[in-house]
């Protein structure tokens, strides 16, 4: 049973890879009915991890939980007829074509809203059509590359390097997210569908410079386009006498707390207040960076936790599934699979009328597409 402020709204979903399909997981998760359409050979994702059975890696089957999937040669003129079918009655449909590459087949916005007027058509796409790089390729390491990650981490760390998760697809994936509900939303109040477009690059910059953009925005520029704190040397967990912590001794509050508990020998006034802090940056992570080093993780965590300085024991992925406080809160959804119990990481988000849930599985390729279409029979018979 599907539940969640989304239900009853029907999702036409084109994508493949990352991006996409992590929106409308959060959208199938949130009560929609996900149709995810697939060529015969199935979206890649479906291969590029270990997995309980051929064509259903990890990273497919989170993505992609509680989908159906159907099988349509787009090539065809039975698979753009089923196609067409199903865009009549849906509320999104959306893609990560590259543009010419969905027009060709004829499911450009303008052949869509011919078909459904109101529907919300989100392209998700590496660059936008408007740019010189319309027509440019994109992945996630390229993206990163791009909008200056590797370039920051160098500042961290003294080594160029993409951060240790997909955070390009994802970020992007989430703006698609929000920018297709609120159009829903304005369809909602007016009636009226819209195009929306969702690029990576667009999106990853912005998300970069939040903070990075900094003395840059203005005019005359007062600084480079960076956040010192965020990439000064010493900013990194903290090593203790048997591990790593990470904590974050910064406001005014938390500095007294730490300076009058544990009196440390390189205490001044120069570092008394924030202001001053923020301006020798580096400096202030390393002398604290030398004094957690004369305790156990254990004790700093117990003195940060009565000192409520901010603090947190470094895990690994494998610890969150066995994190006390996720699962008091029930992050964890066991879900029944053909292949056995399945434990994903489920809905972040709480809901006080309309709760969301993990749907049910990934499919297999094409599994729903005979309920699917026989599905649009009966609605053409009903009609």
């Known amino acids: 049973m599907r539940s969640g402020p989304l239900q009853g709204v029907r999702v036409i979903d084109l994508t493949a890879m990352v991006m996409g399909p992590y929106c409308t997981q959060i959208m199938a998760d949130m009560g929609a009915d996900v149709i995810k359409v697939e060529t015969p050979a199935g979206d890649n994702t479906r291969y590029i991890s270990v997995g309980p059975a051929p064509g259903m890696s990890g990273v497919f089957v989170n993505v992609n939980r509680g989908k159906r999937s159907v099988v349509l040669d787009l090539r065809s003129p039975e698979g753009k007829a089923d196609l067409r079918a199903l865009i009549a009655d849906a509320d999104v449909f959306i893609h990560s074509m590259r543009a010419k590459a969905i027009t060709k087949l004829g499911f450009g916005y303008d052949d869509v809203a011919a078909i459904n007027p109101g529907i919300v058509y989100t392209n998700c796409y ?46 992007a994936g989430l703006t698609a997210l929000y920018a297709t509900t609120m159009a829903l939303f304005h369809r909602e109040r007016t009636g009226e569908g819209q ?12 998300f970069m410079l939040v903070e990075h953009a900094n003395g840059a925005m203005f005019d005359p520029p007062l600084g480079p386009a960076v956040y010192p704190r965020a990439v000064t040397p010493n900013r990194k967990p903290y090593e203790t006498k048997d591990g ?114 993990v749907a049910g599985y990934a499919p297999e390729l094409g599994a729903d597409t005979d309920e699917v279409l026989a599905e649009l029979r009966s609605r053409e018979i009903a009609g």
């Not at 195009?195 to 912005?206: G, K, L, N, P």
């Open 126 to 171: 590496g660059y936008g059509r408007r740019g010189p790089d319309a027509d440019r390729p994109a992945y996630d390491d390229t993206i990163q590359a791009e909008c200056g990650l590797p370039a920051v981490q160098q500042q961290l760390t003294g080594e160029a390097s993409y951060v240790g998760t997909i955070m390009a697809d994802k970020v």
């Open 195 to 206: 195009e929306v477009e969702v690029s990576m690059f667009e999106t990853m910059a912005s």
């Open 244 to 357: 790593h912590i990470a904590a974050l001794v910064y406001n005014d509050k938390h500095w007294n707390a730490f300076i009058d508990r544990v009196q440390p020998a390189w205490n001044s006034a120069e570092y008394a207040t924030l202001e001053q802090r923020a301006k020798k940056i580096d400096t202030v992570y390393g002398l604290v960076a030398q004094t957690l080093k004369e305790r156990t993780t254990a004790e700093w965590l117990d003195l940060f936790a009565e000192l409520e300085i901010p603090a947190a024991p470094m895990l690994t992925p494998d610890a969150l599934f066995e994190n006390e406080h996720l699962n008091a809160v029930g992050l964890f959804e066991t879900v029944d699979t053909p292949h056995g119990q399945v434990r994903m990481p489920g809905v972040p988000t709480w809901f006080s009328r309309t709760p969301g849930h």
